[in-house]
């Protein structure tokens, strides 16, 4: 039961934070629909099995299954995630580009996953660091990877709240 609880707290902690984040960036509706599949019984089921507290339990289901249900349900439904905007042609498998405001998103949830996860050792370069390790994983589309990058490198540089001051003056059209 405490595993149960335990991830109720942390998905709820991290959709608080992203739900205010993306309301400072002005996605408000983004904010209130943020991770809402995380509450299917699918993502549950994933969750409560492989809680650890310390990272996500995709990362555990998929180190044990090879692949992970929850996370497939996951990002079908969530256009946050870069996986959202994969597709396929004659040519094989393509990333499409992701409008700006599923990429601020993709900011706020990363930012937040990363202070969740990390607690006391969160710092303003934390999510770069993980993007930066991830990087050799991901099919990202070239102008997006470029502006997630951009806004993970401003906030290690300028902070948190200048980062979101920028991103609504000069990021958010």
Same mark, same amino acid.
Request: net charge positive; glycine share 6%; hydrophobic share 30%.
């Given at each position: 039961m405490n595993k149960v609880i335990s991830h109720?707290?942390?998905i709820n902690q991290h959709k608080k934070l992203v739900t205010k984040l993306c309301f400072r960036c002005h996605l408000y509706k983004q904010g209130i629909l943020h991770d809402l599949s995380k509450y299917s019984y699918v993502e549950?089921?994933?969750?409560?099995?492989?809680?650890?507290?310390f990272r996500s339990p995709i990362d555990a289901e998929k180190e044990e299954k090879g692949y992970s249900l929850g996370w497939l349900h996951h990002k079908g439904r969530n256009k946050h995630h870069w996986e959202y905007w994969l597709d396929f042609n004659k040519d094989g498998?393509?990333?499409?580009?992701?409008?700006?405001?599923?990429?601020?998103?993709?900011?706020?949830d990363r930012v937040a996953a990363s202070m969740i996860?990390?607690?006391?050792?969160?710092?303003?370069?934390?999510?770069?660091? %993980? =993007? &930066?390790?991830? *990087?050799?994983? $991901?099919?990202?589309h070239p102008e997006t990877d470029a502006l997630i990058y951009h806004l993970l490198e401003y906030?290690?540089?300028?902070?948190?709240?200048?980062?979101? %001051? =920028? &991103?609504?003056? *000069?990021?958010? $059209?």
């Open positions: 109720l707290k942390t549950l089921k994933t969750g409560f099995h492989y809680y650890q507290g498998l393509y990333a499409c580009k992701m409008p700006t405001n599923y990429v601020i998103e993709m900011f706020c996860y990390q607690g006391d050792k969160y710092t303003d370069r934390s999510a770069l660091d %993980y =993007y &930066i390790n991830g *990087k050799n994983y $991901v099919k990202i906030l290690s540089i300028h902070g948190l709240d200048d980062t979101i %001051y =920028y &991103i609504v003056k *000069k990021i958010k $059209v």
